[in-house]
């Protein structure tokens, strides 16, 4: 009966078949192909994956408040597909290592983090942050740890993080964020030695530490992880997005790194000063780009857990 | 400050190129310019879809009528996924019988979904004047695309013997 049911698990939304089935088709596709097989993908997934549809459906009734609904099913439509055109690009970069063009918006800042020693890249579910990585670790020839939220499916995580190390060319190291585990000494450790990590700062997975604040009017959870490793190690903050742009084209958004201060008692305040420059910083970006924001997943809205 | 790595603009198909050839432009062949996906995708579902809606039922209700083209519309979709496998198989095949093997996967099923859409384009010119219309744009690009393609094999003959 279990066997059954995890052989079925396969083909669920989340499920490894439809990340194995991107990497055959992405070999096989002409490229011509893509906009019509995105287009009625999007429409598939539209309908069958309902739970992340709700969310992101929430998500823009607090990002584009007065919005109608029938407006916004159009929208969640619109980043589901955008979503399409990221993971393909993604796969395309990992299996035929096709050239993108890019820009770099705040490209001092980026020039500043390739020759950090130790820094954190505080970055969201937004654009292609797997592609940007890879891009990353190319252009600097540096090591960087990318911190992600554990995936439902176990053999999907399996298959990600290979995808993800293969992108990389071995200058990717991928992570899960799950409650209990040793990580954050890890990362610690890593910070220490002058590396490189990558962490979401858009959701709280599971039961991990959060920090309460408000986006948009709203009262939203953030993760609290990365600004209490930045207080502890000393590394700066570097704020990153990758954002599709157009057809095979990306921009690389760095603003401005945010210290986490070490005031002795008053290391809350410190915290709280990071998370409000972060959480400016979000709210801009969410506010242009909310048709890249893939936040499928709950563990942003603070109602929810209410729920 | 801001960065950026834009590159000329380069094509996949053998006509845009050898218009680069006469603007003094890149021709080598590349998969990353958007007008060329989108129109030729766009133009092959359509050539697609009108084969298939010739075998709609005639005297139909206007109503299951607009209700069959609805659903051929996600029937063509289906059709391109089974083309995609059936393609796959038939590369497989040919190269398990030693041909096509330097030929990358990609470029083997453009060649079969090229074939496909060229014979159903010249389906289509048995339909009504505007359906025959498309049909005959098909085969009109497909024929200047193949001349471009010799004109280009033969520049780059020139070129490579030092002519």
Redesign the interface.
Known sequence: MSTSRNRLRRFAVRGVFWRQYLDWATIQMPFYTYPVLHFFMTFFFFFFAAPARRIVLAHLAIILPGSSRAMNYLRVFRTFHNYAWTISEAAIHKLIKEEFDYEIIGAAWLDQLGAAQGAIVLTAHMGNYDLGAALFAEKFNREIRLVRAPEPDQQTAEHLSASLEKSGEGAVKVDYNTAGAMLSFDLLNALRLGEIVSLQGDLVAGDLAEIRTHLFGKEVRLPNGPFVLAQVSGAPIYPLFIARSGYRSYQIIVREPIAVLRSGRERANDIAQAVEKWRQVLEQLLAKRWDQWFAFAPGFLFDERNQ | ???????DPRF?FSLPRFIALLRGGDTRRA????V???????M??LVHYLFFAHYLPPRLAPWQTALLLIVLA?WV?LF??LL?YL??VIIKLLHLGGLFRTVA??RA??IF?GLFTTAMACALLEDSPWVREIGAIWLVAVAMNLASAVVLALSNATRASGK
């Open positions: 400050m801001n960065e950026t790595n834009k590159r996949y998969e990353r310019n958007a060329e996906a989108w129109f030729v995708g766009l092959m579902y996600f979709w391109w996924l995609l393609n796959s996967t990609r099923q453009s979904w």
